[in-house]
């Protein structure tokens, strides 16, 4: 049976002992756990998120990305200390697990799969350190880095290749080492980037898209993760996207060469990811430093709209925060 230190981490396979020590910290190990029917007390979830707000303050707590799960937590706390109070019973929240999470989606084989993942690397579903995509995991790049603090990696090293890159092109390679321990050669990942290989979502940023696929491959060799990463994975909806527009006549009028507007893809990401484009645009201009969105320049617009791009991806629920703080107050409006 796996053991954990709630000290410093460390787990390892222990047989004929039920109560076993820590080697290094001499603290009792708890014995490892799927999260299956675990439950937790509303007070705590609410307690953690006193915390936060103290440590970090109010505001950054509400609208920080990190903190969207002690977020949804704190929410679901105080719902149940309600229901406790109308009716008397005693209320708790579950843990959220891959069943609850995708239930049409995972089979026995998944399952499997994600409990040896689990175990053997200490992946949380809830934490977002996997992803299960056509009936097949994934590893994000915020778990790879979890999994490397909690095994203590002495570092990271990150170079890119300029004889493979371009950036005319937008053609970017990286090389990646991680160094285990301090006397560890290194296992070495490659990640490249270039606009026929990522998303349209994240256009225009393939420099930071080729740094993290090679810090992913770089972390799966060292920590023998044979899954592959979500960030690694190439875009289908481009080469959807792509075959839809070689249909489509070259535009050599407005000197665009063919190429998609970048109107129409901020448009496009509008309409993806349900956004209001009175914020949108408000946010623009504060973006741009500029009095009017007509005043940005077009190198201005285009950081704009792969920024926007880049949240929208990886965290809309701050996007949505930051939106609306570009409402109108009710003062103004009366």
Known sequence: MRFCCPNCGRDEEILLDRNPRCRFCYVEMIAESDYSQLWMSPYIAIKRMATISETFGIERARTDGRFKKEREAWTTGVFALALSKLNGEQWWIEIETAK?????????????????LTRSHRFSIADGDLILVDNGWYVTHAGLLRLARRSRCAGIDVKHIPALCSQETSKWVFRAAVYKTRLCRGFVGHGDANPSNVSPLVRGAEMRVAETRAVNRALRKAYGIGICSVEELG?????????????????????????????DYLCQLIRQHQLDPNLVKAYAVD????????????????????HLADRAEKDRNSLLCQLNSYLPSKGSAA
Not at 100 to 116: I, M, S
Not at 235 to 263: C, D, I, M, W, Y
């Open 235 to 263: 875009s289908r909806a481009e080469r959807r996207l792509s075959s839809a527009q070689s249909k489509k006549p070259p535009q050599t009028a407005n000197g665009s060469h063919g190429g998609p507007k970048l109107r």
């Open 287 to 306: 973006f741009c430093g500029t009095q009017t969105l007509r005043e940005a320049t077009r190198e201005q617009v285009q950081s704009f709209v792969a």
């Open 100 to 116: 609850r999470k995708w239930p049409q989606k995972t089979n026995k084989t998944c399952l499997h799969v994600l409990e040896a």
